[in-house]
Protein backbone atom coordinates (compact mmCIF):
# COMPACT_ATOMS: atom_id res chain seq x y z
CA UNK A 1 0.00 0.00 0.00
CA UNK A 2 2.75 2.11 0.76
CA UNK A 3 4.61 1.39 -2.62
CA UNK A 4 1.56 1.82 -4.26
CA UNK A 5 0.63 5.29 -2.57
CA UNK A 6 4.62 6.55 -3.34
CA UNK A 7 3.60 5.49 -6.62
CA UNK A 8 0.54 7.67 -6.86
CA UNK A 9 2.15 10.70 -5.69
CA UNK A 10 4.96 10.55 -8.05
CA UNK A 11 2.49 10.22 -10.95
CA UNK A 12 0.52 13.13 -9.30
CA UNK A 13 3.71 15.34 -9.56
CA UNK A 14 4.68 14.70 -12.81
CA UNK A 15 1.28 15.38 -14.26
CA UNK A 16 1.42 18.57 -11.96
CA UNK A 17 5.03 19.68 -13.51
CA UNK A 18 4.39 18.47 -16.98
CA UNK A 19 7.38 16.52 -17.20
CA UNK A 20 6.90 13.06 -18.14
CA UNK A 21 7.41 11.78 -21.57
CA UNK A 22 4.16 12.67 -23.84
CA UNK A 23 3.14 15.16 -21.52
CA UNK A 24 5.43 17.81 -22.88
CA UNK A 25 4.56 19.85 -26.11
CA UNK A 26 5.30 22.80 -27.73
CA UNK A 27 2.43 23.92 -29.22
CA UNK A 28 2.82 27.28 -30.65
CA UNK A 29 5.61 29.17 -31.67
CA UNK A 30 7.93 29.54 -28.93
CA UNK A 31 6.69 27.04 -27.00
CA UNK A 32 3.33 26.23 -24.27
CA UNK A 33 3.82 30.17 -23.23
CA UNK A 34 5.55 31.59 -26.22
CA UNK A 35 8.44 32.46 -24.21
CA UNK A 36 11.08 30.02 -26.16
CA UNK A 37 11.76 28.04 -22.54
CA UNK A 38 11.92 24.49 -22.43
CA UNK A 39 10.78 22.00 -19.84
CA UNK A 40 13.40 19.48 -20.84
CA UNK A 41 17.17 19.29 -21.31
CA UNK A 42 18.59 18.24 -24.83
CA UNK A 43 21.92 17.55 -26.21
CA UNK A 44 23.36 21.06 -27.28
CA UNK A 45 26.56 19.89 -29.28
CA UNK A 46 25.75 18.52 -32.91
CA UNK A 47 27.36 18.05 -36.52
CA UNK A 48 25.87 16.53 -39.88
CA UNK A 49 27.25 13.05 -38.29
CA UNK A 50 26.95 13.57 -34.32
CA UNK A 51 23.31 13.65 -32.61
CA UNK A 52 21.28 14.09 -35.56
CA UNK A 53 18.49 11.15 -34.41
CA UNK A 54 16.79 11.50 -38.22
CA UNK A 55 15.59 14.19 -41.14
CA UNK A 56 13.35 14.40 -43.46
CA UNK A 57 13.47 16.62 -46.38
CA UNK A 58 10.69 19.02 -46.56
CA UNK A 59 8.50 19.71 -49.96
CA UNK A 60 9.11 23.38 -49.71
CA UNK A 61 10.99 26.30 -47.92
CA UNK A 62 9.45 27.98 -45.44
CA UNK A 63 10.74 30.39 -42.45
CA UNK A 64 8.27 29.17 -39.57
CA UNK A 65 9.21 26.85 -36.77
CA UNK A 66 7.98 23.36 -36.13
CA UNK A 67 5.51 22.28 -33.12
CA UNK A 68 5.02 19.25 -31.67
CA UNK A 69 2.03 17.84 -29.99
CA UNK A 70 0.87 14.07 -28.98
CA UNK A 71 4.16 12.54 -30.55
CA UNK A 72 3.69 14.46 -33.42
CA UNK A 73 5.65 17.47 -35.27
CA UNK A 74 4.18 19.75 -38.03
CA UNK A 75 5.85 22.38 -40.15
CA UNK A 76 4.21 24.44 -42.87
CA UNK A 77 6.02 25.64 -46.26
CA UNK A 78 5.07 26.84 -49.72
CA UNK A 79 5.97 24.92 -52.87
CA UNK A 80 6.85 25.43 -56.22
CA UNK A 81 9.52 27.33 -58.90
CA UNK A 82 6.75 30.82 -58.54
CA UNK A 83 6.59 31.48 -54.78
CA UNK A 84 3.43 33.20 -55.24
CA UNK A 85 1.82 30.83 -57.19
CA UNK A 86 2.85 27.75 -54.92
CA UNK A 87 0.63 25.43 -52.86
CA UNK A 88 0.96 26.02 -48.73
CA UNK A 89 2.00 23.21 -47.38
CA UNK A 90 1.79 21.35 -43.96
CA UNK A 91 3.53 18.69 -43.14
CA UNK A 92 2.96 15.79 -40.09
CA UNK A 93 5.83 13.53 -39.25
CA UNK A 94 6.26 11.23 -36.55
CA UNK A 95 8.10 12.98 -34.02
CA UNK A 96 10.27 9.99 -32.62
CA UNK A 97 11.11 8.44 -36.32
CA UNK A 98 11.32 11.48 -39.01
CA UNK A 99 8.57 9.23 -41.07
CA UNK A 100 6.40 11.82 -42.71
CA UNK A 101 2.51 10.68 -41.71
CA UNK A 102 0.73 13.28 -43.76
CA UNK A 103 0.91 16.34 -45.94
CA UNK A 104 -1.84 18.79 -46.86
CA UNK A 105 -1.72 21.16 -49.43
CA UNK A 106 -3.19 24.59 -49.41
CA UNK A 107 -4.00 26.25 -52.72
CA UNK A 108 -2.51 29.42 -53.59
CA UNK A 109 -4.49 32.74 -53.36
CA UNK A 110 -5.63 33.73 -56.55
CA UNK A 111 -3.41 37.37 -55.46
CA UNK A 112 -0.56 37.00 -54.07
CA UNK A 113 2.00 39.73 -53.58
CA UNK A 114 5.20 39.21 -55.56
CA UNK A 115 7.99 36.99 -54.41
CA UNK A 116 10.31 40.38 -54.75
CA UNK A 117 11.97 42.89 -51.37
CA UNK A 118 11.26 41.48 -48.49
CA UNK A 119 9.42 38.49 -49.03
CA UNK A 120 12.46 37.17 -50.52
CA UNK A 121 13.51 37.06 -47.39
CA UNK A 122 11.04 34.58 -45.46
CA UNK A 123 8.89 33.26 -48.43
CA UNK A 124 4.83 32.45 -48.06
CA UNK A 125 5.27 29.86 -45.24
CA UNK A 126 6.15 32.11 -42.14
CA UNK A 127 4.01 31.90 -40.11
CA UNK A 128 3.91 28.59 -36.92
CA UNK A 129 0.97 26.36 -36.88
CA UNK A 130 -0.41 25.41 -33.71
CA UNK A 131 -2.19 22.28 -31.94
CA UNK A 132 -4.80 21.33 -28.81
CA UNK A 133 -4.14 18.05 -29.38
CA UNK A 134 -7.30 17.24 -31.36
CA UNK A 135 -6.76 19.39 -34.30
CA UNK A 136 -3.69 21.19 -35.99
CA UNK A 137 -4.39 24.77 -36.97
CA UNK A 138 -1.83 26.78 -39.70
CA UNK A 139 -2.59 30.31 -41.33
CA UNK A 140 -1.06 30.75 -44.66
CA UNK A 141 -1.63 34.92 -45.09
CA UNK A 142 -3.81 35.35 -48.09
CA UNK A 143 -4.40 31.61 -49.13
CA UNK A 144 -6.50 31.20 -45.55
CA UNK A 145 -6.71 29.44 -42.30
CA UNK A 146 -6.73 25.62 -41.96
CA UNK A 147 -8.03 23.26 -39.41
CA UNK A 148 -7.35 19.43 -40.11
CA UNK A 149 -7.52 16.29 -37.43
CA UNK A 150 -4.13 15.36 -36.36
CA UNK A 151 -4.48 12.93 -39.10
CA UNK A 152 -4.23 14.88 -41.81
CA UNK A 153 -8.27 15.16 -42.43
CA UNK A 154 -9.46 18.92 -43.14
CA UNK A 155 -12.11 20.16 -40.79
CA UNK A 156 -12.82 23.90 -42.45
CA UNK A 157 -10.41 26.37 -44.12
CA UNK A 158 -11.60 29.87 -43.91
CA UNK A 159 -10.74 32.96 -45.93
CA UNK A 160 -9.44 35.94 -43.57
CA UNK A 161 -8.68 38.48 -45.93
CA UNK A 162 -6.43 39.77 -49.29
CA UNK A 163 -5.13 43.01 -48.19
CA UNK A 164 -1.71 44.17 -48.10
CA UNK A 165 0.42 46.10 -46.44
CA UNK A 166 1.89 49.62 -48.06
CA UNK A 167 5.14 47.33 -48.20
CA UNK A 168 3.69 43.79 -49.74
CA UNK A 169 5.66 42.08 -47.62
CA UNK A 170 3.53 39.80 -46.66
CA UNK A 171 2.34 37.51 -43.97
CA UNK A 172 4.45 36.55 -40.56
CA UNK A 173 2.50 36.28 -37.51
CA UNK A 174 1.75 32.81 -35.96
CA UNK A 175 -1.61 31.51 -34.78
CA UNK A 176 -2.53 31.26 -30.88
CA UNK A 177 -5.65 28.75 -29.00
CA UNK A 178 -7.23 30.51 -26.34
CA UNK A 179 -10.14 27.68 -25.60
CA UNK A 180 -12.22 27.10 -28.64
CA UNK A 181 -11.34 30.54 -30.09
CA UNK A 182 -7.97 30.62 -32.81
CA UNK A 183 -6.31 34.06 -32.59
CA UNK A 184 -5.53 35.52 -35.90
CA UNK A 185 -3.13 38.37 -36.66
CA UNK A 186 -4.28 39.26 -40.32
CA UNK A 187 -2.74 42.50 -40.09
CA UNK A 188 -1.74 42.20 -43.47
CA UNK A 189 -4.60 40.50 -44.95
CA UNK A 190 -7.88 42.44 -42.93
CA UNK A 191 -6.05 45.09 -40.34
CA UNK A 192 -7.57 43.41 -37.97
CA UNK A 193 -7.22 40.65 -35.51
CA UNK A 194 -9.54 38.33 -35.84
CA UNK A 195 -10.96 34.97 -33.43
CA UNK A 196 -12.02 32.28 -34.97
CA UNK A 197 -14.53 29.29 -33.41
CA UNK A 198 -12.00 26.36 -33.83
CA UNK A 199 -15.17 24.09 -34.18
CA UNK A 200 -16.21 24.99 -37.79
CA UNK A 201 -13.80 28.58 -38.44
CA UNK A 202 -16.91 30.83 -38.15
CA UNK A 203 -15.66 34.59 -36.65
CA UNK A 204 -16.42 34.99 -33.19
CA UNK A 205 -15.06 38.77 -32.87
CA UNK A 206 -12.78 41.15 -35.44
CA UNK A 207 -10.55 43.79 -33.93
CA UNK A 208 -9.77 45.89 -37.00
CA UNK A 209 -7.93 48.95 -36.37
CA UNK A 210 -5.56 51.29 -39.02
CA UNK A 211 -2.35 50.56 -36.89
CA UNK A 212 -2.47 46.89 -37.69
CA UNK A 213 -0.55 48.23 -40.98
CA UNK A 214 2.71 46.60 -40.58
CA UNK A 215 2.18 44.49 -37.25
CA UNK A 216 4.01 41.04 -37.90
CA UNK A 217 4.10 39.82 -33.96
CA UNK A 218 1.82 37.04 -32.65
CA UNK A 219 -0.30 37.43 -29.56
CA UNK A 220 0.91 35.83 -26.40
CA UNK A 221 -1.66 34.92 -23.63
CA UNK A 222 -1.28 35.98 -19.76
CA UNK A 223 -3.67 36.64 -16.59
CA UNK A 224 -4.77 39.81 -16.63
CA UNK A 225 -6.08 41.67 -14.01
CA UNK A 226 -9.15 40.20 -11.70
CA UNK A 227 -7.85 36.60 -13.39
CA UNK A 228 -9.04 37.38 -16.89
CA UNK A 229 -6.79 35.77 -19.76
CA UNK A 230 -5.50 38.65 -22.38
CA UNK A 231 -4.17 38.48 -25.52
CA UNK A 232 -1.38 40.84 -25.70
CA UNK A 233 -0.05 42.00 -29.03
CA UNK A 234 2.46 44.98 -29.87
CA UNK A 235 2.11 46.54 -33.23
CA UNK A 236 2.95 50.61 -34.32
CA UNK A 237 2.31 53.01 -31.98
CA UNK A 238 0.60 51.16 -29.22
CA UNK A 239 0.76 47.71 -27.28
CA UNK A 240 -2.92 45.97 -26.75
CA UNK A 241 -4.26 43.54 -24.11
CA UNK A 242 -7.96 41.87 -25.96
CA UNK A 243 -10.29 39.44 -24.71
CA UNK A 244 -10.08 36.48 -26.33
CA UNK A 245 -13.44 35.50 -25.64
CA UNK A 246 -14.77 38.62 -26.86
CA UNK A 247 -12.21 40.56 -29.04
CA UNK A 248 -12.87 43.12 -26.74
CA UNK A 249 -10.12 45.74 -25.12
CA UNK A 250 -9.07 45.81 -21.56
CA UNK A 251 -6.11 48.23 -21.95
CA UNK A 252 -4.33 50.18 -24.36
CA UNK A 253 -0.72 51.44 -24.04
CA UNK A 254 0.85 54.44 -26.47
CA UNK A 255 4.61 53.36 -27.06
CA UNK A 256 5.09 55.84 -29.95
CA UNK A 257 7.32 52.37 -31.77
CA UNK A 258 7.03 53.57 -35.28
CA UNK A 259 7.62 51.83 -38.10
CA UNK A 260 6.86 47.53 -38.35
CA UNK A 261 6.65 45.54 -35.23
CA UNK A 262 8.01 42.04 -35.60
CA UNK A 263 8.99 40.71 -31.79
CA UNK A 264 5.81 39.05 -29.78
CA UNK A 265 5.49 40.84 -26.57
CA UNK A 266 7.88 39.33 -24.16
CA UNK A 267 6.30 38.79 -20.38
CA UNK A 268 8.02 39.09 -17.16
CA UNK A 269 6.24 38.37 -13.25
CA UNK A 270 5.75 42.05 -13.25
CA UNK A 271 5.88 43.79 -16.30
CA UNK A 272 5.58 43.63 -20.40
CA UNK A 273 8.23 44.27 -23.06
CA UNK A 274 7.79 45.36 -26.09
CA UNK A 275 10.43 46.11 -29.38
CA UNK A 276 10.54 46.91 -32.95
CA UNK A 277 10.22 49.89 -34.81
CA UNK A 278 12.21 51.36 -38.18
CA UNK A 279 13.93 53.24 -38.66
CA UNK A 280 13.75 54.53 -35.05
CA UNK A 281 14.20 51.06 -32.75
CA UNK A 282 12.77 50.97 -28.72
CA UNK A 283 12.57 48.69 -26.23
CA UNK A 284 9.28 49.73 -24.02
CA UNK A 285 8.43 48.36 -20.33
CA UNK A 286 5.18 48.18 -19.04
CA UNK A 287 3.98 47.50 -15.73
CA UNK A 288 1.33 44.56 -15.89
CA UNK A 289 -2.44 45.20 -14.53
CA UNK A 290 -4.37 47.92 -15.00
CA UNK A 291 -7.42 49.01 -17.17
CA UNK A 292 -7.83 50.72 -20.33
CA UNK A 293 -5.48 54.01 -21.30
CA UNK A 294 -2.40 52.39 -18.71
CA UNK A 295 0.29 54.81 -20.62
CA UNK A 296 1.21 57.42 -18.25
CA UNK A 297 0.38 55.27 -15.11
CA UNK A 298 2.39 51.86 -16.20
CA UNK A 299 5.27 53.38 -17.72
CA UNK A 300 8.55 51.82 -16.57
CA UNK A 301 11.24 52.55 -19.14
CA UNK A 302 12.29 52.87 -22.73
CA UNK A 303 15.68 52.59 -24.46
CA UNK A 304 16.53 52.71 -28.11
CA UNK A 305 18.04 49.02 -27.96
CA UNK A 306 15.87 46.51 -29.02
CA UNK A 307 15.31 43.85 -31.67
CA UNK A 308 13.84 43.94 -35.10
CA UNK A 309 13.09 40.84 -35.96
CA UNK A 310 13.79 38.27 -33.23
CA UNK A 311 11.42 37.78 -30.20
CA UNK A 312 13.93 38.23 -27.25
CA UNK A 313 13.93 35.85 -24.01
CA UNK A 314 13.56 36.70 -20.38
CA UNK A 315 15.80 34.92 -18.03
CA UNK A 316 16.71 35.66 -14.80
CA UNK A 317 15.87 39.32 -14.66
CA UNK A 318 17.57 40.15 -18.03
CA UNK A 319 16.46 40.05 -21.62
CA UNK A 320 18.56 38.19 -24.36
CA UNK A 321 18.53 38.35 -28.33
CA UNK A 322 21.12 38.04 -31.40
CA UNK A 323 19.76 40.53 -33.34
CA UNK A 324 19.14 40.50 -37.55
CA UNK A 325 22.24 42.34 -37.97
CA UNK A 326 24.26 39.84 -35.78
CA UNK A 327 24.56 41.46 -32.55
CA UNK A 328 24.25 39.48 -28.56
CA UNK A 329 22.39 41.90 -26.43
CA UNK A 330 21.62 41.62 -23.01
CA UNK A 331 19.65 44.04 -20.82
CA UNK A 332 18.32 44.63 -17.58
CA UNK A 333 14.93 44.06 -17.53
CA UNK A 334 14.36 46.31 -14.42
CA UNK A 335 16.24 49.70 -16.02
CA UNK A 336 16.64 48.80 -19.91
CA UNK A 337 20.60 49.33 -19.01
CA UNK A 338 22.00 47.26 -21.89
CA UNK A 339 24.77 45.00 -20.49
CA UNK A 340 26.30 43.07 -23.57
CA UNK A 341 26.21 44.48 -27.07
CA UNK A 342 28.96 42.52 -29.13
CA UNK A 343 29.30 42.29 -33.09
CA UNK A 344 29.48 38.39 -33.68
CA UNK A 345 32.30 37.60 -36.14
CA UNK A 346 32.04 35.01 -39.09
CA UNK A 347 28.04 35.24 -39.61
CA UNK A 348 27.18 34.48 -43.22
CA UNK A 349 23.91 35.50 -45.04
CA UNK A 350 24.65 39.54 -46.26
CA UNK A 351 23.22 42.20 -43.86
CA UNK A 352 20.32 40.10 -41.89
CA UNK A 353 22.39 36.81 -40.98
CA UNK A 354 19.76 35.67 -37.78
CA UNK A 355 15.95 35.82 -38.17
CA UNK A 356 15.29 33.14 -35.92
CA UNK A 357 14.34 33.77 -31.82
CA UNK A 358 15.87 32.28 -28.64
CA UNK A 359 15.22 29.74 -26.72
CA UNK A 360 16.53 28.74 -22.89
CA UNK A 361 17.68 25.00 -22.66
CA UNK A 362 18.88 24.39 -18.82
CA UNK A 363 21.59 26.92 -18.50
CA UNK A 364 22.10 27.70 -22.29
CA UNK A 365 20.72 29.76 -24.95
CA UNK A 366 20.45 28.31 -28.42
CA UNK A 367 20.49 30.74 -31.41
CA UNK A 368 19.83 29.31 -34.94
CA UNK A 369 21.54 31.51 -37.11
CA UNK A 370 20.63 31.87 -40.77
CA UNK A 371 23.66 30.33 -42.97
CA UNK A 372 26.49 29.80 -40.31
CA UNK A 373 24.57 26.74 -38.16
CA UNK A 374 23.76 27.70 -34.16
CA UNK A 375 25.07 29.19 -31.84
CA UNK A 376 25.05 28.22 -27.94
CA UNK A 377 25.55 31.00 -25.42
CA UNK A 378 26.10 30.78 -21.31
CA UNK A 379 22.70 32.26 -20.49
CA UNK A 380 24.23 34.83 -18.42
CA UNK A 381 24.92 38.56 -19.02
CA UNK A 382 28.42 38.28 -20.85
CA UNK A 383 26.46 35.84 -23.03
CA UNK A 384 29.57 34.01 -23.79
CA UNK A 385 29.75 31.54 -27.13
CA UNK A 386 29.78 27.97 -25.45
CA UNK A 387 30.38 26.87 -29.06
CA UNK A 388 28.83 27.18 -32.78
CA UNK A 389 27.49 23.88 -34.40
CA UNK A 390 28.10 23.81 -38.27
CA UNK A 391 25.08 24.53 -40.12
CA UNK A 392 23.72 20.83 -41.30
CA UNK A 393 22.97 21.94 -45.22
CA UNK A 394 23.54 24.80 -47.35
CA UNK A 395 19.67 26.34 -47.78
CA UNK A 396 18.77 28.85 -45.22
CA UNK A 397 17.34 28.24 -41.62
CA UNK A 398 14.52 31.18 -40.18
CA UNK A 399 12.99 28.84 -38.26
CA UNK A 400 13.03 29.05 -33.91
CA UNK A 401 13.63 25.38 -32.67
CA UNK A 402 11.06 23.71 -30.87
CA UNK A 403 12.40 21.41 -27.54
CA UNK A 404 9.92 18.19 -26.38
CA UNK A 405 11.31 15.72 -24.27
CA UNK A 406 14.90 15.87 -24.73
CA UNK A 407 14.83 16.50 -28.56
CA UNK A 408 15.38 19.43 -30.45
CA UNK A 409 13.77 20.17 -33.60
CA UNK A 410 15.13 22.85 -36.26
CA UNK A 411 14.02 23.38 -40.29
CA UNK A 412 15.75 24.79 -42.41
CA UNK A 413 13.98 25.56 -46.59
CA UNK A 414 14.82 22.53 -47.64
CA UNK A 415 14.67 19.69 -44.57
CA UNK A 416 13.65 19.20 -40.86
CA UNK A 417 16.06 17.58 -37.92
CA UNK A 418 15.80 16.05 -34.97
CA UNK A 419 18.68 16.63 -32.44
CA UNK A 420 18.86 14.02 -29.71
Not at 384 to 394: F, I
Request: hydrophobic residues 40%; glycine residues 12%; proline residues 4%.
Amino acid sequence: MQLANAKHLVCLWVVLTSTCVGAETWNRFRGPDGQGKAASDVVTKWDTDTNVAWKLDLPGPGSSSPILHSGKVFVTCYAGEVGETAGRILVCADAQTGKQLWTHTVPAPAQEDSYRGFITEHGYASGSATCDGKNVYAFFGKAGVVALTMNGELLWHVQVGSMSSNRRWGSGASVVLSGNILIVNAAEEARALIGLNIADGSEAWKADYDNLELCFATPVLVEGEAGVTEAVIAMPGETWGLNPKTGKLRWFYETGTGGNVSPSVVVGEDAFYTFGGYPQQQTVAIRRGGRKNITESHRLWETGESSYVATPLLHDGHLYWVSDRGFAFSMNAKTGETVTKARLAGLRSGGRPVYASPILVGDQLVVVTRKSGTLVFAASPEMKVLHQNPPLDESQFNGTPAVVNGSLYLRSDQTLYCIR
